[in-house]
């Protein structure tokens, strides 16, 4: 009988089992610290030394898409001296490693990471520097993308309109999400109408869409003394750059606290590189669609602990913002 992981569907004999890919860690201790997306664990070693293993979705992310985003990590610590996680190869010399640990049909795919030290910052405490500096971060990943030469076989996904917001979308369909009453959906089919038109207008120039971290949250932020690390690159791919703002204050778009936030993120994004008066006007867009997107994900992720600790007032909470938007946009 399997020992399932509290919720992932993975088995912790499996897993265990697993870790001989990587050497060194036949007798770690397996601690489930994350289940949103993948799942993420911290590995205890013998020797008092921690590591961290990402169990990938199956089906979210090929093989390909995941070394391109670990490449692109490096990249930016290589190029830019941003601190973002270091991959681990195994013993065949790979960084990506696969093997069955659940029920699923194919192999999961697994990254082997150093453990960072630090803390993410927190809603109650003053955010100002968080979010100034990841506005800084984000900006510095805009540059690093404009002059990177991304190599031939790179892939990952496109956040656009479409990806997001039609039935398939990648997230999910956002229609199904739980509480989308027939009065909330009226509400939600009128704002992915005028985000498809403005989006469209907006139009994806090189100087406003490209590759981005797309998940550039306080969740993937560590603060370690002085230094602050980005982790999480899993969601990364190409989209407009404005839509690591709307990433970044992902489920608190409603916060009294958010134009001062959005305030010191802007502050810090001109440390490092100009915006256009164009790409600012057009933030509470990219909100409205990264908000679309999460009412997408907790539908088509409802097994998970996080989507569901979300899902009771969500659509109610998002039809308040979409309204706000349609008002402010002429379209109500």
Known sequence: MMALIENTGI??????????????????????????ENATFRLDLPDG?????????????????ITSELTWAKALRTDMAVQTPIAIAGNN???????????????????????????????????????????????????????????VSFERMRWTASSILDPNGLWGDWRKAPGMTEQFRSTFDRL?????????????????????????RLANL????????????????????????????SFIEDSPEIPALKAAWLRGYRKERTLAEADEA???????????ALTAWIGSHSETPFAQSLAGDFVRRGAKLAQDYLLRFGAA
């Open 282 to 292: 057009e933030m509470d867009t990219f909100v409205m669609l990264r908000r679309m």
């Open 93 to 151: 010399g790979h960084l990506l490693q696969s093997a069955h640990v659940s029920g699923a049909n194919a192999p999961q795919f697994m990254v082997l990471f150093e453990f960072e030290e630090g803390n993410e910052p927190q809603e109650n405490e003053n955010l100002s520097r968080a979010f100034v500096e990841l506005g800084r971060l984000a900006a510095t990943a805009h540059n690093h993308v404009q002059q990177w030469q991304m190599p």
């Open 49 to 65: 030394s921690k590591k961290i293993l990402r169990v990938h979705r199956p089906g979210y992310n090929s093989e390909l898409a």
């Open 222 to 249: 560590l603060v370690d003394g002085r230094h602050i690390k980005l982790i999480d690159f899993d969601d990364c791919g190409f989209c407009w750059y404005m839509y690591d703002f709307a990433a970044a204050i």
């Open 192 to 216: 992915d109408a005028l985000l498809r038109q403005r989006l469209a207008e907006f139009g994806q120039v090189q100087d406003r869409y490209g590759l981005i971290h797309a998940d550039m």
């Open 11 to 36: 088995d912790r004999d499996k897993l265990l089992a697993a870790l001989t890919a990587w050497p060194g860690l036949a007798r770690a201790q397996c601690t489930l610290i994350n289940h949103t």
